[in-house]
């Protein structure tokens, strides 16, 4: 990368999105893990059922938990990926890759 650029990706319809900076570091934000129905944090495992605050929310179910973290964890990973690919360089705009990024995301939230 050249001296003083700072690089900025989309992907998956502006789900994912990636800044590389000059120094080869990166960051990811992304809307693609999906949030407790409680407390909108998407790594809960059900701690917000002793919030207060919450107290008139409905618990999530416990299997349907379990599922939501497992494809969070899932998506979790593959932004590890796609940032490391985007910092070392990697063609992560190119067709083929974006096109293995959604079926890898689609297969994972298929799952259940």
């Known amino acids: 990368m050249a001296d003083g650029v700072t690089r900025e990706y989309s992907l998956c319809d502006d789900q994912i999105t990636i800044?590389?900076?000059e120094s080869g570091c990166g960051n990811l934000?992304?809307?693609l893990k999906e949030p407790c129905p409680r407390c909108a944090e998407p790594f809960c495992f059900g701690e917000c059922i002793n919030d207060p605050t919450l107290a008139g929310v409905?618990?999530?179910?416990?299997?349907?938990?379990r599922q939501r973290?497992?494809?969070n964890r899932?998506?979790?990973g593959m932004e590890s990926l796609i940032l490391s690919c985007a910092c070392v360089g990697i063609d992560i705009e190119s067709e083929a890759f974006q096109h293995a990024v959604?079926?890898?995301i689609d297969a994972a939230t298929n799952l259940f």
Not at 58 to 65: I, L
Request: avoid cysteine.
């Open 58 to 65: 409905p618990s999530e179910d416990p299997e349907e938990m």
């Open 69 to 71: 973290i497992e494809v």
């Open 29 to 31: 934000s992304s809307t």
């Open 19 to 21: 800044v590389v900076h």
């Open 102 to 104: 959604r079926t890898s």
């Open 74 to 76: 899932f998506i979790d």
